[in-house]
């Protein structure tokens, strides 16, 4: 038996623009099908639009390829036996193969002009509901039609549709079948001389010897033209699989009116790579017999299978990213995460700071947020702070948020809230509030800003044994006082974290425990 090619596969995107969940997702699908299959992972740039491709976004998409984790084995920037990777780097070969197909009139040349064709479209569609060439210029005589270019006439090269079905098997869909009709002779090469999509990508694939097209299904209509472009090449035919579309919430095509789809988006808003990963995964996959949707990269490798890809549409499900994200942001190792929680932090604290400055919340500058100089201490202050509050978020773009009551505590907002009315006006409060206030205004340890977990939990302890109130009744009260609500996180971590930041220099006072009692004692006071 003939030794089966090894699996080659390649993500091929356009550099128009930042990429989206739609591209993301058939990369992903490519670089899972490779690895599980020891197979060749390829990086293609398709950039013949030269009007909207630009070398910015070739190198964004690398980059975000990257952040994701996933790699390739062949592209632009490393190389490889079937270069160059870029598109327009292979016009040369591109015309060769038009040639070719034209000397063994496989192709034509064809001389309308677009008003003629244009008048045809409107007629064809008006007669048969389908706009298609009528192959007037498959009918000229290849001799004169050659001679005719010589002298200068613009003309464009149509492949020549054989007139019987399409046939092609696609790994997703099953059997596909598509008339010669609906396809009609396809230009391969425009009279301006630039090659379309349709060629190129067959070459391509063809010539980086491409065992497994993955990609998404709005290229299903262009297959049939590509298929048979193959088979006038004289080239066998790959595998195809098309990927089903990604839909919003709302069952609509997934666009930017759904907000957030492209990659850049979600690492801005502190989504891990591996949680995106994982999701992609499940967006038209999912494994054998199960209901598991927890995968690592690893073990994604193993499960996904093609064969398991379902053709009806994905629904895109922010809020199990997010479920996915705060499970794998629990799992990180702490250092990472205190890592990546640091530019939030700094982007806040650089607005706080523009906005205080200049008083003038329009003006705020984000990119100065990556300028805010981060002393060891406060570094290390920051980190214990992320180690506290990442078990309440779902993306670390939250942390800032979490973190205000800590950073910029406000007595008066914590009094006037809503959520806190009914904690405050409790028959037993002023009595819990009077003591504790008492006695955090007269402990040595609490003056200094060295108040201890310890020392906090016995004038706890004082406070309920003298005023005889537990439970909610007695902890929500003195919970509002510190941090202005009544649920958060517990007051033995949180307690070193005030004190220790009230000796930080930092653009704003983190108050300690006892500034926090008295300026609580002062709003309530007023109000
Ligand atoms: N450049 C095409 C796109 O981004 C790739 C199509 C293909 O994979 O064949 O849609």
């Known amino acids: 038996m003939a030794p089966t090619s090894p699996v080659r596969v390649r993500f091929a995107p356009s550099p128009t623009g930042h990429l989206h969940v739609g591209n993301v997702r058939t990369a992903l699908f490519n670089w899972l099908f490779a690895r599980q299959n020891g197979g060749v992972m390829v990086l293609r740039i398709e950039d013949t639009d030269v009007e909207r491709s630009e070398a910015r976004f070739e190198a964004m998409l690398m980059d975000d390829l990257k952040w994701l984790g996933l790699d390739w084995d062949e592209g632009p920037d490393k190389g490889g036996a079937y270069g160059p990777y870029r598109q327009s780097d ?3 070969i591109y015309r060769e193969h038009a040639e070719r197909l034209l000397n063994e009139g496989k192709a034509y040349l064809c001389f309308c002009t677009e008003e003629e064709l244009q008048k045809e479209r409107d007629s064809a569609s008006a007669e ?3 706009a298609i060439y009528s192959g007037k210029c498959r009918r000229l005589d290849p001799q004169e039609a ?6 200068g006439e613009t003309c464009a090269i149509r492949l020549k549709i054989p007139e019987r079905p399409i046939r092609f098997h696609d790994i ?3 059997d596909v079948e598509f008339s ?4 009609s002779d396809p230009v391969i090469v425009r009279s301006s001389g630039m090659p379309v999509y349709n060629y190129v990508v067959v070459i391509d694939d063809a010539l980086m010897k491409i065992t497994h097209v993955i990609r998404g299904d709005d290229h299903l209509s262009n297959t049939p033209k590509q298929v048979a472009l193959y088979e006038a090449l004289g080239w066998p035919v790959p595998e195809f699989a098309h990927l ?11 666009s930017k009116r759904h907000g957030a789809t492209s990659i850049a988006n979600f690492r801005e808003m502190g989504v891990l790579p591996e949680a995106l990963m994982n999701y992609l995964a499940l967006l038209g996959w999912a494994p054998t017999g199960g209901t598991r949707e927890i995968f690592t990269p690893t073990e994604l490798i193993k499960e996904f299978s093609l064969k398991r890809v379902t053709p009806s549409p994905a629904v895109f499900d922010m809020e199990k990213l997010y479920w996915l994200n705060r499970h794998y942001i629990k799992e990180s190792p702490p250092e990472r995460v205190e890592k990546l929680a640091l530019q939030y932090y700094s982007r806040a604290i650089a607005e706080d700071i523009t906005k205080d400055l200049a008083g003038d919340v329009s003006s705020r500058d984000k990119t100065s947020a990556s300028d805010y100089p981060w002393p060891p201490a406060v570094r290390d202050w920051f980190a214990s702070v992320t180690r506290l509050l990442s078990p309440y978020v779902d993306r670390l773009e939250q942390l800032p948020e979490r973190a205000m009551p800590i950073l910029d505590y406000d007595a008066k907002a914590a009094i006037e809230s809503p959520d806190n009315a009914e904690a405050l006006a409790w028959p037993q409060t002023d009595a819990v509030l009077a003591r504790f206030t008492v006695k955090i205004l007269e402990d040595e340890q609490a003056r200094e800003g060295k108040l201890t977990p310890d020392q906090f939990n016995k004038i706890v302890s004082e406070v309920k044994a003298e005023t005889g109130v537990k439970g909610k009744e007695l902890f929500h009260p003195i919970r509002i006082v510190i941090m202005g609500s009544h649920s958060g996180p517990a ?3 949180l307690v070193p974290i005030l004190e220790e930041g009230s000796h930080l220099s930092l653009p704003k006072h983190v108050l300690n425990v006892r500034e926090r009692v008295e300026a609580f004692g002062k709003a309530r ?3």
């Not at 050659?146 to 002298?151: E, F, L, W, Y």
């Open 146 to 151: 050659k001679s005719r270019r010589t002298n």
């Open 172 to 174: 997703v869909r099953g």
């Open 491 to 493: 007051f033995d971590k």
């Open 90 to 92: 292979r016009l040369e």
């Open 180 to 183: 010669n009709e609906v396809v």
């Open 128 to 130: 048969k509901g389908q």
């Open 525 to 527: 006071a007023q109000s």
């Open 244 to 254: 089903s579309t990604i839909l919003g919430a709302d069952r609509e095509r997934l």
